[in-house]
């Protein structure tokens, strides 16, 4: 069983930056897809960005050119770099790995926009 852990979560300014990390523990990291989602409240977990094995990246259009996603994997660790936040991004971020059959989650890192 895969084991993911989040960091970097926490309280920003409007317009401020946020780098969050997610390391993972086994294998098949360099193999698999990694993704971020995030849960507002109320709402329903939505896909933030993910990054293919190969590198290829996706964004949800209300991230596009503000958020980055990048992958390290002789670290087991996938990033992502949040800039220009906003009070829309407030939301718990998870990340998933994703390598059939494989499908991990995170616990989750709390991400709060606010003056």
């Known amino acids: 069983q895969v084991q993911l852990v989040e960091s970097g979560g926490g309280l920003v300014q409007p317009g401020g930056s946020l780098r969050l990390s997610c390391a993972a523990s086994?294998?098949?990291?360099?193999?698999?897809?990694m993704g971020w989602y995030r849960q507002a409240p109320g709402k329903e977990r939505e896909l933030v960005a993910r990054?293919?094995?190969?590198?290829?990246?996706h964004y949800v259009d209300s991230v596009k050119g503000r958020f980055t996603i990048s992958r390290d994997n002789a670290k087991n660790t996938v990033y992502l770099q949040m800039n220009s936040l906003k009070p829309e991004d407030t939301a718990v971020y998870y990340c998933?790995?994703?390598?059939?059959?494989?499908?991990?989650w995170g616990q989750g890192t709390q991400v709060t926009v606010s003056s």
């Open positions: 998933n790995l994703y390598l059939f059959p494989t499908n991990s």
């Open positions: 086994g294998s098949i990291f360099s193999g698999a897809r």
């Open positions: 990054i293919t094995s190969g590198g290829d990246t």
